[in-house]
């Protein structure tokens, strides 16, 4: 089991920066990988991009890239979004997931942190 929380979801001006943490707990040494999926208002949840845990190779989604950074601090288990130059339509709750060596979905949720983007 890998147990996830996110943090640090608020309000935000379009345009500026914001940083979300993820800090993961239970058997990390399991973990392939850490996502962030985000879920708008009446529309499905979609990848934000990935990490590995160990190699630390990042993936991210076209609408995100050069504005959105992942990285990761393996001594403390965490996770960051950090976010620039948001957009009104980057407004949703942000989920952190876990993948497991092995798996082919990913297999551990965090219960989401709203970010609302004001224009």
């Known amino acids: 089991q890998v147990q996830l929380v996110e943090s640090g979801g608020g309000l935000v001006q379009a345009g500026g920066s914001h940083r979300l943490s993820c800090a993961a707990s239970?058997?990390?040494?399991?973990?392939?990988?850490m996502a962030w999926f985000r879920q708008a208002p009446e529309k499905e949840r979609e990848f934000v991009g990935s990490?590995?845990?160990?190699?630390?190779?990042?993936y991210y989604t076209n609408s995100v890239k050069g504005r959105f950074t992942i990285s990761r601090d393996n001594a403390k288990n965490t996770v960051y979004l950090q976010m620039d130059n948001l957009k009104p339509e980057d407004t949703a709750v942000y989920y952190c997931a876990a993948i497991l060596r092995g798996s082919t979905s990913y297999d551990f949720w965090g219960q989401g942190t709203r970010v609302t983007v004001s224009s």
């Open positions: 239970g058997r990390i040494d399991t973990t392939y990988a």
């Open positions: 990490i590995t845990w160990g190699g630390g190779r990042t």
